[in-house]
C-alpha cells in the first residue's frame, strides 16, 4: 500500500478479510454455499482505499492482518457507471503500487475463456447487455441450435467466461457490488432479472457468484439491494462491516466544519456573494501558503472554487460571473478555468473561452483554480482542495445543492491540520437563498451520508461564523500548561507493534533524532531472537529437525477384505522445502526481522551451509510460541523508551511531522500518553434566529480562543453546561477556560471501554485553568448526564484516566443533576474511583458519592 490506512480503516480492512475468508471455506466446503459479505461506510470515508488493502491481502497475503495467500482469487468489480469504474481504478492505482499491472477493463473482444487469478476485472451493465458484443449470442431462445451468434472474432461469451472461472475448483471468484446498485432492481416491462441478478443468481449454465462483496455508503442501500435480488434463501450473508462515522471524523480525513453563507435580505446578492466567496478562496490561499512555509513543505495547498450553475445557464449569467471573478481576483490566470459540463468541448460565455476537464484531473491540476459544475458533477468524484463552492441554484434546488457539497468535504492533507478550524473547513455560499431556504439545505446535510449519525460524528454545520483567535487576555503560563496536559490515543485492533517501531525508527532517522534507529531497533529485536535460541534449547532443536525434514502419510487398503492400515514416513527437506518453511516463519517474525537476523548471523559466513543453517534458524524460531510475543513485547519497551526520551525534540518538529508520531504512537492496543495540539483559531457561531429577528449570543470572557474583545460566545451551551462555567469564574482563581471541540490533537481526548468492550474516546466538555499556590494548574469538568446510555462507561474511563494521570491535574470531576440539583463526583478520590468501577449505572454512583456542587 502507498498510503497507511487509518486505523478505522485498518479495523475495517481486517474485518472484512475474517468474513471473506469464512466465504471463501463456504463456498469450496461440502456444500459449496454462496453467501455475501459488505462493507459500508459513510462518504469520503475511503472505501476504495480499504478495498485496495483487502485485495492485496487476497493476493499477497498480509502479516498485518493475519492473511494467508488466496492463490485462486479473482475479483470482478461490478458497477452501473463505466466513469465511476475509471475513476476506481484511478483510485486503486494511486493506493497500491503492486495492483497497477493487475487492473483490466473487461472490453470487446474479451479472449480469456476463463478470468485470471490474482486480477481485477472492472465490468459495467452496459457490457452485458443484449447487444453488447461481449455477450452478443448468449441468450439464444427461440434460436435453431446450430446458427448461434457468438461475438465477433471470439467463439465464446464473456457469460461462457465467467461459467469456466466459476466452476474452476482452484478459484475463487469475489464479486465487488460498487455503491450504485442502480441495476439491482426489477425492469419496467418485464419480471425477467435485470443483468445484476443474473450475475449474482446465476442463469442458465452460468453458476451463482460464488462471493458477493458489497461496498457501499449505507447498510440499508445494500441490504436493499440485495432483497431487490431474491438472494435471501440461497445465499447466506455473513456479516455486514460497518465503520462508524465517529472515528472517521476523529481521524480528521473529512473536514470538520461546513460553513453557509446566504444573504439576511431580500434583493439579487449574485454579485455580491460571489465576490465574497473569491475574497475566501484568496484568504485560503494565503492561509495555506503561510501554512507550507511554517512547515517547510514545498508546495502549497492550491484552493479551489467551485461556481455551481443551473442545468441550463445563461451564457450571459456565467460571462458576467467571470468578469467579476477577474476583477476581484486579477492576478489569476487565463487558463486557470475549467468546467466539467456534460458537454465535453470548450464553453463560450461572452468573451470567455471554457474548456472542459474531465472530474478525475481536477484535483491534480492545480493550476485550475475555477471549476464550473451542474449537479454532483458524477458518482465518486471529490476534489479535498475544492473548499469554497459558490451557488447560483435556486432555492428549490437544495439537493444538488447537498449532493455538490458532499463531494468536497474530504481534507486536502488527508489529515487535520491540528488547531486550525479555517483550514479543516469547507465553504458553501447561497446568493440566492434566505434564511427558510437555506435551513433546507442545513436539514439535507444533517440527515444526509455526510453526516450519517446526526451531530454525534463531530462533524459541524454553521451559519455566518466567526473566526476566534488566540485571547491576548489568558497568560502565556495557562498556554504553556494547556500543552503540557496528558492526553490519550483511541486503541487499535489490529496493531502490529514491530510495525510500530519500524516506522517509529524511520521517523526518528529521518528527522536527525536517532540516526541509526533503524539499525538500533533491529539489534535489540536480533538480542531477543538470541535470548530465545538460549533460553529454549530443547523446543529449538526440535523445531529444526521438523524443518529439516518433511512428513507425511500413507493410507493402504485391502481389496478383498477391506482392510486399513495407515502408515507415516518421512524425508530429508531439500533447500525448496527449508525455503518454503523460511517464508512461512518470516511471516511470524515478519520479512524485513527475518532478512537482517540472517545477515546478523552470516556476517562471518565462509559457505552457503552456514547461510543455509540460518535459513533454519530462522523458521525454526518462527515456530515456538514465545517466539512473536517477546519480539511483540521489546517492540513495545523500545517504542515506548523512544517517544519518552524523545518527547521534547519531537514537540519541536513541523505540525505535519509531530502528526506522524501521534499516529504511530496510537498504533497500540492500549491507550498511550500524548500531548495536546497548540489550537490556532475556531469558527463559531455568534448569532441565532429566532423568528424573523436575528440575536446575539451570550459570550463569555476568558475562553482561550476568543473575538477581538476577549469574549467567546456560550450560545449553544446546555443549561447545565453553562450554570457550570459561570459557577467556575465565579470562584475568583480562573485565569483562562476551554470548550473542548469534538476532534483533533488539540482536544482532551481519554480512551474508555463502552458497554460492548469496544475502545471509544471521551472528549470531556471543559478545561479550567486557575491560578493556585502551585502554579498554573488545569481542572477537568465534565458535565454529563446520568441517564445518558453511554453515561458509566465514561465515568469508568474517567476514573482510569485519573488514576494514571490525576497528579497532572488539580481536579478531576465529573457532573450530573440528581433529583433537580447538580451533584459531582471527584475522580481524584480513590474511593470515588472504586464506587464509580462497582455501581450498577451512573445514576447509582452520584447517589451513593456525589456531593452538591
Not at 472554487?305 to 476583477?327: C, F, G, M, T, W
Not at 469554497?388 to 487535520?416: C, K, N, W, Y
Request: with cysteine.
Amino acid at each position: 500500500m502507498r498510503f497507511t490506512l487509518k486505523d478505522y480503516q485498518a479495523d475495517a480492512v481486517g474485518d472484512t478479510l475474517a468474513e471473506l475468508a469464512d466465504a471463501r471455506e463456504f463456498y469450496h466446503g461440502p456444500r459449496n454455499r454462496v453467501s455475501s459479505v459488505a462493507l459500508t461506510a459513510t462518504t469520503g470515508a475511503g472505501k476504495t482505499v480499504m478495498a485496495a488493502g483487502v485485495i492485496e491481502a487476497l493476493f499477497w497475503g498480509s502479516d498485518d492482518f493475519d492473511t494467508v495467500i488466496d492463490p485462486g482469487a479473482i475479483v470482478l468489480w461490478f458497477s452501473d457507471d463505466p466513469s465511476l469504474n475509471q475513476q476506481t481504478r484511478h483510485r486503486l492505482e494511486q493506493a497500491s503500487d503492486r495492483l497497477r499491472n493487475r487492473l483490466i477493463t473487461v472490453e470487446h473482444p474479451f479472449r480469456y475463456r476463463k478470468l485470471q487469478p490474482g486480477h481485477v476485472y472492472f465490468l459495467n451493465t452496459s457490457k452485458l447487455s443484449r447487444n453488447s458484443l461481449l455477450v452478443r449470442g448468449h441468450d439464444s431462445d427461440g434460436i435453431l441450435p446450430g446458427i448461434e451468434m457468438n461475438p465477433d472474432l471470439v467463439p465464446f461469451t464473456f457469460w461462457d467466461t465467467l461459467r469456466n472461472t466459476i466452476n474452476d475448483e482452484s478459484t475463487t471468484l469475489y464479486m465487488v457490488l460498487d455503491e450504485a446498485h442502480r441495476g439491482m432492481g426489477r425492469r419496467a416491462s418485464s419480471d425477467t432479472p435485470t443483468i445484476v441478478k443474473r450475475l449474482i443468481n446465476g442463469h442458465g449454465s452460468v453458476p451463482p457468484m460464488p462471493i458477493v462483496w458489497g461496498i457501499s455508503a449505507t447498510v440499508k442501500r445494500f441490504e436493499d439491494a440485495m432483497s431487490a435480488a431474491q438472494v435471501q434463501e440461497n445465499r447466506v450473508h455473513l456479516r455486514t462491516v460497518t465503520v462508524d462515522p465517529v472515528r472517521i471524523q476523529e481521524s480528521g480525513l473529512l473536514k470538520d466544519d461546513i460553513v453557509l453563507d446566504f444573504p439576511a435580505e431580500t434583493g439579487d446578492f449574485n454579485t455580491v456573494l460571489l465576490r465574497r466567496g473569491v475574497r475566501k478562496v484568496k484568504d485560503l490561499s494565503a492561509a495555506w501558503a503561510e501554512y507550507a512555509k511554517d512547515q517547510k513543505e514545498p508546495e502549497a495547498i492550491q484552493p479551489l472554487l467551485v461556481l455551481q450553475v443551473p442545468n441550463k445557464p445563461s451564457p450571459a449569467e456565467v460571462a458576467s460571473a467571470l468578469d467579476v471573478i477577474r476583477n476581484e481576483w486579477p492576478e489569476i490566470s487565463s487558463d486557470a478555468f475549467a468546467h466539467v459540463f456534460g458537454e465535453h468541448t470548450a464553453q463560450t460565455f461572452g468573451t470567455h473561452s471554457v474548456p472542459y476537464i474531465s472530474p478525475e484531473r481536477v484535483q491534480d491540476a492545480t493550476y485550475i483554480r475555477v471549476l464550473l459544475a451542474k449537479d454532483a458533477i458524477s458518482t465518486g468524484w471529490d476534489c479535498p482542495r475544492a473548499e469554497v463552492m459558490v451557488s447560483f441554484r435556486p432555492a428549490e434546488d437544495e439537493t444538488h445543492i447537498t449532493q455538490l457539497l458532499g463531494r468536497m468535504i474530504r481534507s486536502p492533507l488527508a489529515r487535520r491540520v491540528e488547531g486550525d478550524d479555517l483550514l479543516n473547513s469547507v465553504e458553501c455560499i447561497l446568493p440566492r437563498f434566505n434564511k427558510t431556504t437555506a435551513s433546507r439545505v442545513l436539514e439535507q446535510i444533517m440527515g444526509s451520508e455526510l453526516l450519517e449519525s446526526g451531530t454525534g460524528t463531530g462533524q459541524r454545520v454553521l451559519i455566518n461564523p466567526q473566526l476566534m483567535t488566540s485571547n491576548s487576555r489568558v497568560p502565556d503560563a495557562v498556554w504553556e500548561c494547556f500543552t503540557n496536559l496528558p492526553a490519550e490515543t483511541l486503541p487499535r485492533k489490529h496493531a502490529n507493534p514491530i510495525k510500530r517501531i519500524t516506522a517509529l525508527a524511520h521517523a526518528l532517522a529521518t528527522d536527525g533524532i536517532v540516526p541509526e534507529a533503524g539499525c538500533i531497533a533491529h539489534a535489540r529485536l536480533h538480542g531477543v531472537l538470541n535470548g530465545l535460541t538460549a533460553q529454549y534449547p530443547t523446543e529449538l532443536r526440535k523445531a529444526e529437525a521438523d524443518v529439516l525434514t518433511v512428513a507425511g502419510g500413507t493410507v493402504r487398503g485391502h481389496a478383498r477384505y477391506g482392510l486399513r492400515a495407515d502408515e507415516t514416513w518421512t524425508e530429508i527437506a531439500d533447500d525448496r522445502a527449508i525455503q518454503e518453511a523460511y517464508r512461512h516463519g518470516s511471516r511470524t517474525v515478519t520479512p524485513d526481522i527475518a532478512r537482517t537476523y540472517i545477515d546478523h548471523l552470516t556476517t562471518e559466513a565462509e559457505d552457503e551451509d552456514e547461510l543455509r543453517d540460518a535459513h533454519v534458524r530462522v523458521a525454526s524460531l518462527a515456530m515456538l510460541p514465545q517466539t512473536r510475543p517477546a519480539l511483540d513485547a521489546e517492540a513495545n519497551t523500545l517504542s515506548g523508551e523512544w517517544l519518552g526520551q524523545h518527547r521534547v525534540a519531537i514537540k519541536q518538529l513541523s505540525e505535519s511531522r509531530q502528526s506522524l508520531y501521534a499516529e504511530i504512537t496510537a498504533m497500540s492496543t492500549d491507550p498511550q500518553l500524548i500531548s495536546m495540539a497548540m489550537p490556532k483559531n475556531r469558527q463559531e457561531e455568534t448569532r441565532r434566529s429566532v423568528g424573523d429577528a436575528t440575536q446575539l449570543l451570550e459570550q463569555r470572557p476568558l475562553h482561550l480562543l476568543s473575538d477581538q474583545d476577549g469574549m467567546f460566545p456560550v450560545g449553544k451551551l446546555n443549561p447545565d453546561e453553562v450554570k457550570v462555567l459561570d459557577t467556575e469564574i465565579s470562584r475568583g482563581d480562573m485565569l483562562g477556560w476551554y470548550r473542548n471541540p469534538t476532534g483533533g490533537r488539540d482536544s482532551m481526548s481519554i480512551a474508555y471501554q463502552d458497554a460492548h468492550g469496544t475502545w471509544r474516546t471521551l472528549r470531556p466538555d471543559f478545561l479550567f485553568f486557575i491560578d493556585s499556590p502551585a502554579g498554573v494548574q488545569a481542572n477537568i469538568v465534565d458535565p454529563h448526564g446520568s441517564w445518558l446510555p453511554d453515561a458509566l462507561p465514561k465515568l469508568r474511563g474517567l476514573a482510569r484516566f485519573a488514576e494514571v494521570y490525576g497528579d497532572s491535574f488539580h481536579r478531576i470531576e465529573a457532573i450530573s443533576r440528581i433529583d433537580g440539583e447538580l451533584r459531582v463526583l471527584d475522580l481524584t478520590v480513590p474511593a470515588q474511583r472504586a464506587s464509580i468501577l462497582e455501581a450498577l449505572d451512573a445514576d447509582h454512583a452520584y447517589r451513593e458519592s456525589s456531593v452538591v456542587y
